[in-house]
C-alpha cells in the first residue's frame, strides 16, 4: 500500500512540475496547468501571466479557501478550437481546463493553408495536441480536438448512455488522486474489476481493425494506431522519399529514417499536408492515454479516415458511422 510518489497533481518529482526549474518562472503559455496558482488566476482573470514554479497543486489551485471551501466557480470553458462548452459541473469544468490539449483541427488546417495535399513545404511542420487532452476526446466533434477530414461526419460528446454517474470526469475518477473506482462503481453495470478487464469492453459493434475478430475497445484502437503508423511509414518513404519514425519519448516525435534502419536522422522535415493531418491523429490517440474509454469511437474515427487518406486498404474496416 506505501507509495514512493504522490498521485500526478500533486507529485514533486514529475517532468509537469519540475520542466521550468532552469528557467526560474512558469511562463503564461504553460502556467493554467502547470503551476499552483495559474488556474484561480485565469478564473479571476480571463487571461494569463508568469507564475511560481510550484511542486504540484495546492488546494487553492481548485477549491476556495475564503469561500466555504467550494470549487473554483467555472461555468464554460473554451477549447483550443473555439468551442466553448461545458460538462455542467465547476469541478469538471476545471479539469476539461487542463485536459483539453492545445491545439485542435483548426490549428492543423491553419498550418496548412493551400497548400496540395501531397506537396512538401518548410512552412509545414509538427503540430503537437499536447498531453491528455481527455475533456476533447470526450466531446469528440463538439470539441473538434482531432483532425476532423473534411466531407466526414463525427461524433459528439459520449453521454455514456446518459447515466450521471459515469458520464463526467469525476464520475469516473477521484479529483484527488486520478484514481477510476472500478469494483465501486463501473461493475455495477459492466463485468469488470481492474483497469484491465475495461480495456476488453466491448459495447458498439463493428471489426474497425478489419482483422475478423472483435476485440476489446482499447485493443482495436492498438491495432488502428500500428497500421496508421505503417501507412504514415509507407506513404513517406513511397510519396514524399524520406520515411518517418516516431518516438513517444523524445521531442519533437517524429524523426527522419532515410534507409529504414530505424535510428533517427534528425527531425523531419519534408512535411506534406496529407502526413501532417495523419501524424497530428496519430500523436492525439497517443497521448490521451485513455482513449479508448473516453470516447472510443471518436478515436477510432480519427484513426480510421487518417489511414483512408493516406490510400491504405480500409474496405475491410468498419468505419462507425453513426454509433451513439
Ligand atoms: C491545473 C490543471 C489541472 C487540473 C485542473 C486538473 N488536472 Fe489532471 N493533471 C494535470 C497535470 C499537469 C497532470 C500530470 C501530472 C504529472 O504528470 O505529475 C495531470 C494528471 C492527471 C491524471 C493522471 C494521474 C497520475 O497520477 O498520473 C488524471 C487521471 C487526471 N489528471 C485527472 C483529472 C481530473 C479528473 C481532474 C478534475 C477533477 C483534473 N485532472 C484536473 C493538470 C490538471
Ligand atoms: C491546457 C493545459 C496545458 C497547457 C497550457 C500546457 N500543458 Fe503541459 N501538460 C498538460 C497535462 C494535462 C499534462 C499531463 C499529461 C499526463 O498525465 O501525462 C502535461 C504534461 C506536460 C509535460 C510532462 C510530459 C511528460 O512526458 O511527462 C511537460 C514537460 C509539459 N506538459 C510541458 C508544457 C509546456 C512547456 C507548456 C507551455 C509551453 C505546457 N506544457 C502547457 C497540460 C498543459
Ligand atoms: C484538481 C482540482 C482539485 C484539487 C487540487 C483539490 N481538490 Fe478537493 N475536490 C475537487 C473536486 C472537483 C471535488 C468535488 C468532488 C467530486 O465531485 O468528486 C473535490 C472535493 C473535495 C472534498 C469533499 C469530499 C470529497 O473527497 O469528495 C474535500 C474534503 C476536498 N476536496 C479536499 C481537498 C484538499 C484537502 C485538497 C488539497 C490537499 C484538495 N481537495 C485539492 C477538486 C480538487
Ligand atoms: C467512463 C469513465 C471515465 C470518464 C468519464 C473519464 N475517464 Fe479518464 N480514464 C478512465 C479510465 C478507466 C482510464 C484508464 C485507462 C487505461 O489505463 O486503460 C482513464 C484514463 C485517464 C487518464 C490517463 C491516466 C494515466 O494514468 O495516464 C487521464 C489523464 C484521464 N483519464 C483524465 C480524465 C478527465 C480529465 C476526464 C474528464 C474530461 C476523464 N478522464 C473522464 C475512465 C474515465
Ligand atoms: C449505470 C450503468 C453504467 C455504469 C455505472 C457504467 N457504465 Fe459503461 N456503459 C454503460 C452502457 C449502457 C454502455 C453502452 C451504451 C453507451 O455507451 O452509451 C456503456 C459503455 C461503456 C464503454 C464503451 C465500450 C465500447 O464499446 O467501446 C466503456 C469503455 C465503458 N462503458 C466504461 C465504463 C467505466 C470505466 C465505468 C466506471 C467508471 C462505467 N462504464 C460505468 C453503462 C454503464
Redesign the pocket.
Known sequence: MIHRNDPGHFDVTSGAWRHWDEDGAVPASCSTCHSADGLPFLVAHDVQIEQEIASGMKCTTCHVAEDDFGILVREEVPFPSGAVLSFTTDGDNLCATCHQGRASGMTVDRRIGDIDDDMISDALGFINVHYAPSAATIMGGDAMGGYEYAGMTYVGT????D?D??ASCTS?HSAHSGT?N?SG??A???DVSTVED?RS????SGDYDGDGVESG?YYEIANLKDMLYEAMQTYSRDVIGTMVMYDSHAYPYFFADPDGDGVSDGRYATWTPRLLRAAYNYQYASKDYGG??HN?QYVIQLLHDSLADLGADVSAMDRPDDP?
Open positions: 459520449w453521454g455514456h448512455d447515466y454517474n459515469a469516473c477510476v472500478v462503481n463501473c455495477d453495470c459492466h475495461i469492453l466491448r459495447e458498439y475497445t479508448y474509454v472510443g451513439f
